[in-house]
Protein backbone atom coordinates (compact mmCIF):
# COMPACT_ATOMS: atom_id res chain seq x y z
CA UNK A 1 0.00 0.00 0.00
CA UNK A 2 1.19 3.46 -0.55
CA UNK A 3 0.45 4.92 2.30
CA UNK A 4 1.66 8.22 2.29
CA UNK A 5 -0.26 8.74 -0.93
CA UNK A 6 -3.86 7.16 0.49
CA UNK A 7 -3.03 9.80 3.63
CA UNK A 8 -2.54 12.58 1.61
CA UNK A 9 -5.69 12.28 -0.50
CA UNK A 10 -8.34 13.01 2.20
CA UNK A 11 -5.54 15.37 3.99
CA UNK A 12 -7.31 18.94 4.36
CA UNK A 13 -4.53 21.28 4.11
CA UNK A 14 -5.98 24.26 2.90
CA UNK A 15 -8.36 25.83 5.28
CA UNK A 16 -9.16 28.83 3.57
CA UNK A 17 -10.54 26.83 1.08
CA UNK A 18 -12.21 23.74 2.94
CA UNK A 19 -15.86 23.15 1.41
CA UNK A 20 -17.21 19.93 2.35
CA UNK A 21 -19.19 19.38 -0.47
CA UNK A 22 -15.99 18.33 -2.15
CA UNK A 23 -15.41 15.23 -0.19
CA UNK A 24 -17.75 12.34 -1.24
CA UNK A 25 -18.73 10.22 1.74
CA UNK A 26 -18.88 7.21 -0.39
CA UNK A 27 -15.68 7.45 -2.33
CA UNK A 28 -13.26 4.50 -2.11
CA UNK A 29 -10.82 5.30 -4.11
CA UNK A 30 -9.42 2.86 -6.41
CA UNK A 31 -10.58 0.10 -4.04
CA UNK A 32 -13.65 -1.60 -5.18
CA UNK A 33 -14.58 -3.89 -2.44
CA UNK A 34 -13.83 -4.79 1.38
CA UNK A 35 -12.12 -7.90 0.16
CA UNK A 36 -10.05 -5.83 -2.87
CA UNK A 37 -8.50 -3.70 0.29
CA UNK A 38 -8.66 -6.83 3.46
CA UNK A 39 -5.13 -7.62 2.31
CA UNK A 40 -3.73 -4.05 2.99
CA UNK A 41 -5.57 -2.68 6.16
CA UNK A 42 -3.88 -5.91 7.26
CA UNK A 43 -0.54 -4.85 6.09
CA UNK A 44 -1.06 -1.22 7.80
CA UNK A 45 -2.22 -2.83 11.22
CA UNK A 46 1.06 -5.18 10.86
CA UNK A 47 3.20 -2.11 10.05
CA UNK A 48 1.55 0.12 12.65
CA UNK A 49 2.43 -2.39 15.43
CA UNK A 50 5.97 -2.28 14.50
CA UNK A 51 6.15 1.14 14.39
CA UNK A 52 3.74 1.57 17.51
CA UNK A 53 7.08 -0.66 19.00
CA UNK A 54 9.36 1.55 18.49
CA UNK A 55 7.90 4.41 19.59
CA UNK A 56 7.28 2.74 22.83
CA UNK A 57 10.94 2.04 22.89
CA UNK A 58 12.21 5.38 21.75
CA UNK A 59 9.70 7.13 24.20
CA UNK A 60 10.29 10.54 23.00
CA UNK A 61 6.95 11.33 20.79
CA UNK A 62 3.50 10.93 21.77
CA UNK A 63 0.83 10.30 18.92
CA UNK A 64 -3.19 11.90 19.61
CA UNK A 65 -5.78 10.70 17.46
CA UNK A 66 -8.73 12.66 17.06
CA UNK A 67 -12.28 11.39 16.34
CA UNK A 68 -15.39 13.53 15.44
CA UNK A 69 -18.28 12.05 13.31
CA UNK A 70 -22.18 12.15 13.65
CA UNK A 71 -23.60 9.16 15.18
CA UNK A 72 -23.41 6.12 13.34
CA UNK A 73 -20.01 7.07 11.20
CA UNK A 74 -18.11 4.06 12.40
CA UNK A 75 -16.13 6.01 15.17
CA UNK A 76 -15.65 2.76 17.38
CA UNK A 77 -15.58 0.34 14.94
CA UNK A 78 -12.68 2.64 13.32
CA UNK A 79 -10.51 2.34 16.47
CA UNK A 80 -11.60 -1.12 17.03
CA UNK A 81 -10.55 -2.78 14.16
CA UNK A 82 -7.30 -0.40 13.16
CA UNK A 83 -5.60 -0.41 16.67
CA UNK A 84 -6.39 -4.07 16.70
CA UNK A 85 -2.51 -5.11 16.34
CA UNK A 86 -0.93 -2.38 19.18
CA UNK A 87 0.08 -3.21 22.65
CA UNK A 88 -2.40 -1.95 24.63
CA UNK A 89 0.80 -0.67 26.93
CA UNK A 90 1.12 1.57 25.11
CA UNK A 91 -2.28 2.86 23.92
CA UNK A 92 -5.14 4.66 25.63
CA UNK A 93 -8.86 5.69 24.50
CA UNK A 94 -10.52 7.74 25.98
CA UNK A 95 -14.41 8.66 25.35
CA UNK A 96 -15.64 12.09 25.76
CA UNK A 97 -19.30 12.77 26.98
CA UNK A 98 -21.67 15.60 28.28
CA UNK A 99 -19.11 17.15 31.06
CA UNK A 100 -18.76 16.45 34.34
CA UNK A 101 -19.58 19.07 37.47
CA UNK A 102 -16.16 18.74 38.10
CA UNK A 103 -15.14 19.98 34.50
CA UNK A 104 -17.54 22.36 34.35
CA UNK A 105 -15.69 24.37 36.83
CA UNK A 106 -12.93 24.26 34.52
CA UNK A 107 -12.09 25.88 30.84
CA UNK A 108 -13.12 23.71 28.21
CA UNK A 109 -9.79 21.76 27.02
CA UNK A 110 -8.75 21.17 30.90
CA UNK A 111 -10.87 17.68 30.79
CA UNK A 112 -9.25 16.44 27.78
CA UNK A 113 -5.83 18.08 28.77
CA UNK A 114 -5.70 15.85 31.79
CA UNK A 115 -5.94 12.67 29.38
CA UNK A 116 -3.25 13.93 26.80
CA UNK A 117 -0.53 10.52 26.12
CA UNK A 118 2.81 10.60 27.43
CA UNK A 119 5.88 10.20 25.52
CA UNK A 120 6.19 6.82 23.87
CA UNK A 121 2.26 6.61 24.15
CA UNK A 122 -0.25 6.15 21.40
CA UNK A 123 -3.97 8.71 22.54
CA UNK A 124 -7.33 8.05 21.23
CA UNK A 125 -9.61 10.45 21.79
CA UNK A 126 -13.42 9.45 20.60
CA UNK A 127 -15.12 13.01 20.47
CA UNK A 128 -12.82 15.66 22.05
CA UNK A 129 -12.27 19.37 23.24
CA UNK A 130 -13.69 19.78 19.26
CA UNK A 131 -17.48 19.39 20.79
CA UNK A 132 -17.07 23.00 22.05
CA UNK A 133 -17.34 23.63 18.80
CA UNK A 134 -20.18 21.12 17.39
CA UNK A 135 -22.58 20.23 19.83
CA UNK A 136 -22.46 23.50 21.66
CA UNK A 137 -22.47 25.61 18.78
CA UNK A 138 -25.76 23.75 17.51
CA UNK A 139 -27.04 23.63 20.74
CA UNK A 140 -26.96 27.42 22.27
CA UNK A 141 -28.64 26.76 25.48
CA UNK A 142 -25.99 24.28 26.31
CA UNK A 143 -23.44 27.57 26.92
CA UNK A 144 -25.70 28.72 29.85
CA UNK A 145 -24.62 25.40 32.26
CA UNK A 146 -21.12 26.12 31.33
CA UNK A 147 -21.07 29.21 34.07
CA UNK A 148 -19.02 31.33 31.34
CA UNK A 149 -19.43 34.97 32.55
CA UNK A 150 -21.55 36.87 29.76
CA UNK A 151 -19.33 39.48 29.18
CA UNK A 152 -16.58 36.72 27.51
CA UNK A 153 -19.69 35.09 25.41
CA UNK A 154 -19.86 37.67 22.39
CA UNK A 155 -19.96 37.28 18.75
CA UNK A 156 -16.90 36.06 17.78
CA UNK A 157 -17.07 33.21 20.74
CA UNK A 158 -16.38 30.58 17.68
CA UNK A 159 -13.63 32.19 16.88
CA UNK A 160 -11.78 32.83 20.12
CA UNK A 161 -12.39 28.78 20.76
CA UNK A 162 -11.05 27.84 17.09
CA UNK A 163 -7.96 30.33 18.12
CA UNK A 164 -7.56 28.76 22.12
CA UNK A 165 -7.36 25.34 19.71
CA UNK A 166 -5.27 26.05 17.70
CA UNK A 167 -2.38 28.05 19.68
CA UNK A 168 -3.37 24.40 22.18
CA UNK A 169 -2.41 22.37 19.54
CA UNK A 170 0.70 24.23 18.22
CA UNK A 171 1.99 24.18 21.66
CA UNK A 172 1.42 20.34 22.07
CA UNK A 173 3.05 19.84 18.78
CA UNK A 174 6.11 22.15 19.47
CA UNK A 175 6.56 19.83 22.65
CA UNK A 176 6.78 16.36 20.83
CA UNK A 177 3.08 15.44 20.73
CA UNK A 178 1.96 14.84 17.03
CA UNK A 179 -1.73 15.50 15.99
CA UNK A 180 -3.54 13.71 13.52
CA UNK A 181 -7.59 14.19 13.21
CA UNK A 182 -10.05 12.74 11.55
CA UNK A 183 -13.82 13.29 10.49
CA UNK A 184 -15.49 10.34 9.56
CA UNK A 185 -17.82 11.75 6.30
CA UNK A 186 -20.94 9.93 6.58
CA UNK A 187 -23.94 10.66 4.49
CA UNK A 188 -27.52 11.25 5.89
CA UNK A 189 -29.36 8.38 3.72
CA UNK A 190 -26.01 5.82 5.04
CA UNK A 191 -26.57 6.82 8.58
CA UNK A 192 -30.56 6.57 8.52
CA UNK A 193 -29.85 2.96 7.18
CA UNK A 194 -27.61 2.13 10.39
CA UNK A 195 -30.08 3.43 12.60
CA UNK A 196 -32.74 1.33 10.72
CA UNK A 197 -30.32 -1.74 11.37
CA UNK A 198 -29.89 -0.64 15.17
CA UNK A 199 -33.81 -0.92 15.45
CA UNK A 200 -34.71 -3.96 13.30
CA UNK A 201 -31.68 -5.96 14.37
CA UNK A 202 -31.99 -7.48 18.01
CA UNK A 203 -27.95 -7.82 19.07
CA UNK A 204 -27.66 -4.14 17.80
CA UNK A 205 -31.14 -2.88 19.58
CA UNK A 206 -28.71 -1.51 22.29
CA UNK A 207 -26.53 1.05 20.22
CA UNK A 208 -29.75 2.85 19.79
CA UNK A 209 -30.72 5.98 21.24
CA UNK A 210 -34.06 7.78 20.70
CA UNK A 211 -31.37 11.61 21.39
CA UNK A 212 -29.97 10.19 18.01
CA UNK A 213 -32.99 10.69 15.78
CA UNK A 214 -33.40 14.43 18.19
CA UNK A 215 -29.74 14.99 16.73
CA UNK A 216 -30.90 14.10 13.08
CA UNK A 217 -32.74 17.00 12.95
CA UNK A 218 -30.17 19.03 13.04
CA UNK A 219 -28.43 17.65 10.17
CA UNK A 220 -27.52 20.61 8.45
CA UNK A 221 -26.66 22.57 11.00
CA UNK A 222 -24.17 20.21 12.03
CA UNK A 223 -22.63 19.88 8.44
CA UNK A 224 -21.81 23.73 9.14
CA UNK A 225 -20.21 23.38 12.15
CA UNK A 226 -17.89 20.85 10.86
CA UNK A 227 -17.51 22.47 8.12
CA UNK A 228 -16.30 25.56 9.97
CA UNK A 229 -14.68 23.79 12.61
CA UNK A 230 -12.56 22.46 9.64
CA UNK A 231 -11.84 25.28 7.83
CA UNK A 232 -10.60 27.21 10.90
CA UNK A 233 -8.63 24.27 12.74
CA UNK A 234 -6.77 22.45 9.87
CA UNK A 235 -2.65 23.66 10.15
CA UNK A 236 0.26 21.60 8.98
CA UNK A 237 1.06 21.01 12.81
CA UNK A 238 -2.28 19.70 13.47
CA UNK A 239 -4.30 18.21 10.16
CA UNK A 240 -8.12 17.40 10.25
CA UNK A 241 -8.72 14.16 7.27
CA UNK A 242 -11.91 13.89 5.49
CA UNK A 243 -12.96 10.39 5.72
CA UNK A 244 -15.55 8.80 3.63
CA UNK A 245 -17.42 6.56 5.79
CA UNK A 246 -20.26 5.53 4.05
CA UNK A 247 -18.33 2.24 3.71
CA UNK A 248 -16.75 0.94 6.53
CA UNK A 249 -13.63 -1.18 5.13
CA UNK A 250 -12.46 1.47 3.55
CA UNK A 251 -12.75 4.47 5.98
CA UNK A 252 -10.45 1.64 7.92
CA UNK A 253 -8.09 1.75 5.49
CA UNK A 254 -8.03 5.70 5.63
CA UNK A 255 -7.30 5.61 9.08
CA UNK A 256 -4.54 2.82 8.98
CA UNK A 257 -3.04 4.58 6.28
CA UNK A 258 -2.20 7.87 8.01
CA UNK A 259 -1.58 6.75 11.24
CA UNK A 260 1.54 4.65 9.49
CA UNK A 261 2.47 7.33 7.16
CA UNK A 262 2.57 9.75 10.30
CA UNK A 263 4.69 7.21 12.46
CA UNK A 264 6.99 6.82 9.48
CA UNK A 265 7.65 10.51 9.19
CA UNK A 266 9.31 10.65 12.88
CA UNK A 267 12.30 8.11 11.95
CA UNK A 268 11.91 5.59 14.60
CA UNK A 269 14.21 3.65 15.63
CA UNK A 270 14.67 1.67 18.84
CA UNK A 271 17.62 3.29 21.30
CA UNK A 272 20.97 2.32 20.42
CA UNK A 273 22.94 0.64 23.32
CA UNK A 274 26.28 2.51 24.11
CA UNK A 275 29.96 0.57 25.21
CA UNK A 276 29.19 1.41 29.13
CA UNK A 277 25.36 -0.81 28.56
CA UNK A 278 26.95 -3.18 26.27
CA UNK A 279 29.83 -4.22 29.13
CA UNK A 280 26.91 -4.47 31.55
CA UNK A 281 24.89 -7.21 29.29
CA UNK A 282 28.03 -8.98 28.37
CA UNK A 283 28.33 -9.21 31.97
CA UNK A 284 25.03 -10.21 32.54
CA UNK A 285 24.90 -12.80 29.81
CA UNK A 286 28.00 -14.53 31.39
CA UNK A 287 26.77 -14.39 34.64
CA UNK A 288 23.71 -16.52 33.28
CA UNK A 289 25.58 -18.76 31.49
CA UNK A 290 28.16 -19.74 34.24
CA UNK A 291 24.50 -20.39 36.41
Given at each position: ???G?????????N??H???????????G????????????Q???????N??D??Y??????L?????????????????????????????VY???A?S?E??Q???L??????????GH???FN?SY??????????????????I???L??????????????????????????????????S?K??K??????L?????????????????????DY???????I?N??????P????P????W????????V????L???????P??????????D???K?????
Amino acid sequence: MKTGKLAQTYCVDNGRHFRLKDFDPADTGHWKSKEHAEQELQDGIFRMANLQDQLYAQDRWSLLLIFQAMDAAGKDGAIKHVMSGVNPQGCEVYSFKAPSNEELQHDFLWRTTCKLPERGHIGIFNRSYYEEVLVVRVHREVLKGQKIPDSLVGKNLWGERFEDIRHFEKHMARNGTVIRKFFLHLSKKEQKERFLKRLEEPEKNWKFSAGDIHEREYWDDYQNAYEDMIRNTTTNYAPWYVVPADNKWFSRLVVSAVIVATLEELNLSYPKVDSAKKKELDRAKKLLVNK
